[in-house]
C-alpha cells in the first residue's frame, strides 16, 4: 500500500470511477523518467464480484438494444476516438514509454477495429435455407454470448483491448477489461469515452488488478468468454484454467519473429525494415523483428549497413519535441531481464556488433533506457536464441540456404510472424506455403492484418482456434442458434412416423 499522495487509479465499474477499498496497489512509472506517478487498485474479491454483477446487468440492458441503436453508439464511440486520440497518445507516451508518433500509430490500428465495428450488422446476420425440406426452412440465429473478458498486456495498452471490445459491444455483449497494472490508464480513458458515446452503464468495465482479477474472472460462472493477450507461459494457464471453467478462450502469447533474407533482396531497403521492425517501440512488440537469417553471402554487408543506421538513431524521452525514434523500457526490471539475455548471448559465444547494455540519455539518467543492440552468430541452441527477449535486441543467424532458414524458423517455440524479403516470387510462394506461422509478410515486417482479416499466430503464440477480430472476432463473440421450422398442414405433415426424420 502506498503511503505517498499520488493518485491511485480506480475501476471504472457501473459506468463511474470506483474507488478501490482493497488497500493493495501498484506502482506506475513513466518509464522515460523512471518517476512514480501514480498508484494503480489492485481489485478484492468484493470489487471482482461488483465489477461482474454489473457487467451481466449491462449486458441484460445493452443486448435488448435494437441493432440502429447500438450502431449509433459505436459511430458516437468512432468519431469521439478519432476527434480525441491525441489525449490518449499522451497517456500511452507517459505510461509506456513508446514515442508519441508510435502512440498514435497504436490507436489508429485499434481505430480500425472500431470501423470495423461500425459495420457489424452484416457480420452478425444469421443464414436462412428455404425448403431444406419441403414447407421445412431451416435458418440460424446469431446471439451475444454475455459477459466478456478480456485481459491484456503492457506493451499495447490501448490497441490490444480494441482488438476485441470493439467486436465483442457491436455484437451486444458486456466486457470487462483487465489492464496491465504497469499501464492501466488508457484503459479507464476508454471507459468514459464510451459512457460519453453513451454507452449504458455495466457494459464496459474497467477491473484494475493483478493474479486475483484474472483467476476471478477465469472462475466466475457469469463470464462467458476469455481473450487474453501476453506472455506464453500466462496464456497456457489462462487457457487451461478458463477452459476447465467452461468458457471460450483465445490466448495470444509471446513471439520470436524472425525476418528471412534471400541474397537477390536489396539490402538496403531490408536494413530500413530490420531496424523499424526490431527497434520500433524499443522491440516490445508481439509482431517486432528479432532474428535477421541472412541467407549467405549477404550477413557481412547487411550488419554494416543495419549499424550504420543504428548509429543515427534518436533514443528518450517520446513525449519530447523534436521526437526521438526510440523510447525507454517498461520497467526498471525489465531492463535488466533484456540485459541478461546479452549477457548470456555473450557467454554462449555470439558477437555484440553493437552494445546498448550500459545506455543511458543524459539528463535521464533514471529512465528505464536500453541501447539499441546488435547480437552476430548467435547459437541456436542458445536461450538468447531460443527465448524471446522482448527489449530493442537483434539477433543475426547466417544461413546457407533458403530451406536452411525456413527449418530454422519451423522449429521454433512460436509461430507468431515472420517476413520474408526478396524479389523472387517463386522463394516468397513457396515460404508462405511451407512456414508454420499464423502471420506472413513478403517484404513487409510487421505483418500485423487488417481487421477485417484476423489476428493470430500459431503454436505458443495463441492457444485455442479463435483469433482476434475480424470474422474471427464475430464468431468468437456470439453463439448461433439453428432453427428447423415449418407450419403443419395435412398436405406436408406427414402423418405418425418414428423414424429419425429424414429429408
Ligand atoms: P504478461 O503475461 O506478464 O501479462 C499479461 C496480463 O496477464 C497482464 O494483464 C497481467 O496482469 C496478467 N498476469 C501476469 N501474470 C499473471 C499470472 N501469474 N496470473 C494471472 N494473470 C497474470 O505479459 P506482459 O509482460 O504484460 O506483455 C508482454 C508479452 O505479451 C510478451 O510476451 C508479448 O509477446 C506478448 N504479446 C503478445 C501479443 C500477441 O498478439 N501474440 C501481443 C502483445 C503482446
Redo the contacts with the bound molecule.
Keep these: 500500500m502506498s503511503t505517498d499522495t499520488l493518485p491511485v487509479i480506480p475501476h471504472w465499474i457501473n459506468g463511474a470511477r470506483t474507488e478501490s477499498t482493497s488497500g493493495r496497489t501498484a506502482p506506475v512509472y513513466n518509464p522515460a523518467t523512471g518517476e512514480l506517478r501514480a498508484h494503480v487498485a489492485l481489485a478484492n474479491a468484493e470489487e471482482i464480484a461488483a465489477a461482474i454483477a454489473s457487467a451481466q446487468r449491462g449486458f441484460e440492458i445493452w443486448s435488448a438494444f435494437s441493432i440502429a441503436k447500438r450502431q449509433t453508439v459505436i459511430f458516437a464511440f468512432r468519431e469521439l476516438l478519432n476527434a480525441r486520440k491525441g489525449e490518449l497518445a499522451d497517456i500511452i507516451t507517459a505510461e509506456h514509454g513508446k514515442v508519441r508518433s508510435d502512440a498514435l500509430g497504436e490507436i489508429l490500428r485499434g481505430q480500425e477495429v472500431v470501423e470495423l465495428a461500425t459495420g457489424f450488422p452484416h457480420l452478425i446476420k444469421g443464414a436462412f435455407s428455404e425448403n431444406a425440406s419441403t414447407g421445412i426452412d431451416v435458418y440460424s440465429i446469431k446471439q451475444p454470448i454475455g459477459v466478456a473478458g478480456i485481459?491484456?498486456?503492457?506493451?499495447?495498452p490501448a490497441m490490444?483491448p480494441m482488438w476485441f471490445f470493439p467486436v465483442a459491444i457491436a455484437a451486444g455483449n458486456a466486457v470487462i477489461v483487465?489492464?496491465?497494472?504497469?499501464d492501466p490508464s488508457a484503459a479507464l480513458w476508454l471507459a468514459e469515452l464510451w459512457a460519453e458515446a453513451g454507452l449504458p452503464a455495466g457494459v464496459f468495465t474497467v477491473l484494475n488488478?493483478?493474479?486475483l482479477?484474472?483467476?476471478g474472472l477465469l472462475t466466475d460462472p457469469v463470464v462467458q468468454s476469455i481473450s487474453?493477450?501476453?506472455?506464453?507461459?500466462?496464456?497456457q494457464?489462462?487457457y487451461e484454467t478458463a477452459s476447465k471453467h467452461g468458457k471460450r478462450v483465445q490466448a495470444?502469447?509471446?513471439?520470436k519473429n524472425h525476418m528471412l533474407v534471400l541474397p537477390d533482396a536489396d539490402l538496403d531497403l531490408v536494413a530500413d525494415q530490420a531496424i523499424n521492425a526490431g527497434y520500433g517501440a524499443a522491440g516490445?512488440?508481439?509482431?517486432a523483428i528479432s532474428v535477421v537469417l541472412a541467407v549467405e553471402p549477404v550477413a557481412d554487408e547487411l550488419i554494416v549497413k543495419i549499424q550504420e543506421r543504428i548509429a543515427r538513431l534518436k533514443i528518450g524521452n517520446g513525449a519530447a519535441a523534436p521526437e526521438p525514434d526510440m523510447g525507454p523500457l517498461?520497467t526498471a526490471a525489465?531492463r535488466e531481464k533484456v540485459s541478461s539475455y546479452v549477457d548470456i548471448a555473450e557467454a554462449d559465444g555470439a558477437t555484440i556488433v553493437v552494445d546498448g547494455r550500459d545506455f543511458r540519455v543524459d539528463g535521464a539518467e533514471d529512465g528505464f533506457f536500453f541501447g539499441p543492440t546488435l547480437i552476430d552468430r548467435i547459437p541456436t541452441t542458445s536461450r538468447a536464441y531460443t527465448e524471446?527477449i522482448?527489449g530493442p535486441v537483434l539477433e543475426i543467424v547466417r544461413v546457407a540456404s533458403f530451406d536452411e532458414g525456413v527449418a530454422l524458423i519451423n522449429s521454433g517455440e512460436f509461430g507468431?510472424g515472420t517476413a520474408i524479403f526478396t524479389n523472387d516470387g517463386g522463394a516468397a510462394r513457396r515460404f508462405q506455403h511451407e512456414i508454420q506461422v499464423g502471420m506472413i509478410g513478403i517484404n513487409v515486417p510487421i505483418p500485423v492484418p487488417v481487421a477485417y482479416h484476423s489476428?493470430?499466430?500459431w503454436k505458443a503464440?495463441?492457444f485455442g482456434d479463435a483469433k482476434?477480430y475480424g470474422v474471427h472476432g464475430f464468431d468468437f463473440f456470439t453463439r448461433e442458434k439453428a432453427i428447423t421450422s415449418r407450419w403443419l398442414d395435412p398436405a406436408t405433415h406427414g402423418g405418425i412416423n418414428l423414424g429419425f426424420p429424414q429429408n
Aim: one cysteine or more.
Design positions: 485481459i491484456s498486456p503492457f506493451n499495447f490490444v483487465k489492464p496491465s497494472e504497469k488488478g493483478d493474479k482479477a484474472v483467476d487474453f493477450v501476453g506472455s506464453t507461459p500466462i496464456a494457464y489462462i495470444l502469447g509471446g513471439a516490445e512488440r508481439c509482431m517498461i525489465h524471446e522482448f507468431n489476428f493470430g499466430g503464440s495463441l482476434a
